[in-house]
Each structure stands twice: as structure tokens, then as C-alpha cells.
């Protein structure tokens, strides 16, 4: 069962990219990300990259996904739900909709717009809605990997 705080990142087809920072029609704007940015993300195992958020790809209620194609070609995505009936995480993976040949590093209460300032997280290669949901809405990692995602510009 995937979750369903992903639902959005079905809808990246759909949706114009635009290279500027995104309000949504309600007037929120994403304080986690914004389409230049540098971040880069430690995988807990021993693999590091670094990647540039690319330009918005969906933006509603809250919710903003950023997609863009690696040289690789492989899928790079970041997410952020803002604070509100849910609760706030952002998101960085590799590959599809983060299938389980993917990688992601899940963000409990994300807060550091600084500089430098390493965010620690939940990483996972396989779904699990029941951890990650757990994870999201309490910060238990459950014995599981650990991840970090840091601003670089």
C-alpha cells in the first residue's frame, strides 16, 4: 500500500514546472525548498549526493513536489507538506514515485532554512506506510537507517 501523503506525486505529469520559488493559489510558500537550491544527502550506508531542487512540478494545500531527471536518468524528488491538518515532513528521493528501487530520506518536522545545517531522517528504500506514517507524525525511527539532507545555497 503506498501512502497516501505521496498521492500528489501522481498528478507530476500533469502539471507545468515553472524555474521560479512557488506560492500556491492559497498564497503559501515552500520555506524547506525552492527550485536552485543546493542540498545534498547523506544515505545512512555509506553513499552521499548532492543535488539541485528542480523546478516545481505540483503545488497544492500545502504540498509542493519538485522532479527533474538526473544525468543518470534517474528521477531525483524533493517534497515538503507544510504544518496544518497534517503533519509536516519533507522528502528527498531517487527514482519513480519512491518505488522500491528508489531511495528516500524522510524528514520528521523539518525546521533549518540555514546554511550547513544538517537535518536528520528516516532512510528507507522500501515503503512502509505504517513506519513511515509513525515516523512522521511522532520523529520514532523504529531501529531504522538514519539520513541526513543539508543546504549547501
Not at 31 to 39: L, N, S, T, Y
Not at 63 to 74: D, E
Not at 101 to 115: K, V
Request: with cysteine; proline share 6%; aromatic share 12%.
Amino acid at each position: 500500500m503506498r501512502r497516501l501523503l505521496l498521492a500528489p506525486l501522481f498528478a507530476l505529469s500533469a502539471c507545468s514546472p515553472t524555474s521560479s520559488l512557488y506560492i500556491d493559489k492559497n498564497g503559501l510558500e515552500d520555506p524547506i525548498f525552492a527550485p536552485g537550491q543546493v542540498w545534498t544527502v547523506d544515505w545512512g550506508d555509506g553513499r552521499g549526493d548532492t543535488f539541485t531542487v528542480p523546478p516545481v512540478a505540483f503545488a497544492k494545500g500545502g504540498v509542493f513536489a519538485y522532479a527533474g531527471k538526473l544525468q543518470n536518468g534517474r528521477t531525483v524528488r524533493f517534497n515538503h507538506r507544510l504544518e496544518g491538518e497534517q503533519a509536516a515532513y519533507a522528502q528527498v528521493g531517487i527514482d519513480g514515485n519512491f518505488k522500491d528501487d528508489g531511495w528516500h530520506c524522510l524528514i520528521y518536522n523539518p525546521r533549518s532554512l540555514a546554511l550547513n545545517i544538517p537535518q536528520g531522517g528516516l532512510y528507507t528504500s522500501i515503503y512502509d506506510s505504517a513506519r513511515d506514517d509513525l515516523y512522521i507524525y511522532s520523529g520514532a525511527a523504529g531501529g531504522m537507517p538514519r539520513c541526513t539532507i543539508t543546504r549547501m545555497s
